[in-house]
């Protein structure tokens, strides 16, 4: 038909879009936390300090339950966390039934979208020479509130051990969960110590946790415990 000047009706095919544009479509949709019911459920976690970036509130969102079956539809806070090359890699979604989290089988879901990489966290603030990086969302926005320093949630120990920071940091806090397995003490002392190996203008690391084991620093706010902090983790004189 094409040889006598008769094109064949094709519908045009539409891209499929990877998991990658999909957060990214998600997190550019949401809204600021500020004035919505996810600040309400952070304040009822002690917590007043916002994330500025990579972190969102969306109303509404379908939830479902391990067999797929969307089972409801729940107000969420959405985070996105990206590599060392600036690519969305994983999303976190806490789903909210008013201002606490929903009673569903897994309030809180960790969607990876892309291949990872290191240097992973979730950019909710802009940095400077000091710095601090930690595991949860809500534990270092409390981390931020108590130390007065902007804190990137990392959120779990794999890539809390994997986290390099920026070139121009030149003392790095670490905002430790203080697990009873240990986990969570192990990962930020990996990560102490492969920065300072790794990043020459990096002064020193100061690792910092709860003092009542099984605590991240969200539930220090909460109960009002104790924290500690570690004698600094410095690079060998020349």
Do not use: W
Request: glycine share 6%.
């Amino acid at each position: 038909d094409e040889l006598i000047g008769n094109r064949p009706n094709l519908a045009p095919r539409t891209q499929e879009r990877t998991p990658e544009a999909m957060a990214l479509a998600q997190l550019q949709s949401g809204h600021p936390l500020k004035g919505t019911i996810a600040q309400e459920y952070l304040a009822k976690r002690g917590i007043n300090y916002l994330p500025a970036n990579d972190c969102v509130f969306l109303p509404k969102q379908p939830y479902r339950d391990s067999t797929g079956q969307v089972i409801g539809h729940y107000d969420a806070i959405l985070m996105v966390l990206t590599n060392a090359l600036g690519k969305v890699v994983q999303k976190h979604i806490t789903y909210l039934d008013g201002p606490q989290k929903a009673a569903v089988e897994s309030p809180r879901k960790i969607q990876t979208v892309s291949s990872l990489g290191v240097s992973i966290a979730a950019k909710i603030y802009k940095t400077g020479e000091v710095m601090a990086v930690g595991e949860g969302l809500e534990s270092c926005l409390s981390y931020a509130q108590i130390k007065r320093v902007r804190t990137l949630p990392t959120l779990n120990t794999n890539n809390l051990k994997k986290y390099r920071c920026p070139d121009y940091v030149k003392t790095l806090y670490i905002a430790a969960d203080n697990d009873h397995n240990g986990a969570g003490q192990a990962a930020a002392y990996e990560c102490a110590h492969r920065n300072i190996l790794q990043r020459p203008n990096l002064e020193q690391v100061i690792i910092h946790m709860p003092a009542v084991a099984g605590y991240d620093f969200n539930d220090a706010i909460l109960n009002g415990a104790q924290t500690m902090e570690f004698p600094p983790i410095c690079r060998k004189p020349n």
